[in-house]
């Protein structure tokens, strides 16, 4: 595959407090890490100003890497009203940064991230974040917050569906080609029959 094959992925694990976020170039079935991090907003105490600080971070993450798309991860509706409320705020306004700057948004809940990457919807943070550092070849050892390797396992899922929804796009076409050309070489085959029995038809 070349490189208009490739698409660089970010990732964003919503947070009013701390918002992790991963970039990944994706290639076929290969994933390559670019860069991954958090904002930390727990020293920002007005709620107003982290949802600023959220928006000109995923700004400027935009701009630095130039990703195609974005990969976000819902806010789990397990927890609490309040709680759901602020994650939401959050996802919102990544949501309308990424969107400003033109690109394609795809959401993600927890519970299908995990699966994708390893094959348990019940799995830890630890355990996701062992998994993204596998897929991409990096080094044993857990960053400081995981909320940046939960950022990443969401780009990484993104690229996962990506390629098995080509692969579906791809079988689906080649059906549809093959099942054009059995019909078209039955009417020929039927036309053919039909002059044989009716030469009277032939002028």
């Known amino acids: 595959m070349g490189a208009a094959d490739e698409k660089i992925i970010l990732g964003i694990d919503p ?18 890490y670019i860069e991954m991090g958090v904002l930390n907003l727990t020293k920002t105490e007005d709620p107003l100003v982290r949802l600023e600080k959220i928006h000109e971070e995923v700004i400027r993450i935009i701009d630095a890497f130039s990703p195609h798309c974005l990969s976000i991860e819902t806010p789990f509706y397990g927890k609490n009203v309040q709680s759901l409320i602020k994650l939401g705020r959050a996802q919102g306004v990544a949501i309308a940064a ?3 700057k ?6 993600y809940a927890p519970l299908k991230i995990k699966q994708s990457l390893t094959g ?5 943070k630890e355990q996701v974040c062992a998994m993204v550092l596998r897929i991409l070849g990096l080094p ?4 400081r917050f ?4 939960d950022a990443m396992a969401a780009a990484i899922c993104h690229g ?6 080509a692969i579906a796009q791809s079988a689906s076409a080649s059906k549809a080609a093959t ?4 019909a078209s070489k039955g009417k020929k085959s039927n036309w053919a029959d039909f002059l044989q029995s009716h030469p009277e038809r032939l002028r």
Not at 160 to 165: A, D, E, P, Q, T
């Open 15 to 32: 947070g009013t407090r701390i918002m992790g976020y991963g970039l990944i170039r994706a290639c076929g079935q290969q994933f390559s």
């Open 98 to 100: 990424a969107m400003s």
């Open 102 to 107: 033109g690109l394609q948004v795809h959401e």
């Open 120 to 124: 348990n919807g019940n799995a830890s």
């Open 140 to 143: 044993d050892g857990q960053p």
């Open 146 to 149: 995981l909320d940046a390797t």
């Open 160 to 165: 996962i569906h990506c390629k098995f929804n």
């Open 179 to 182: 099942a054009i050309k059995t």
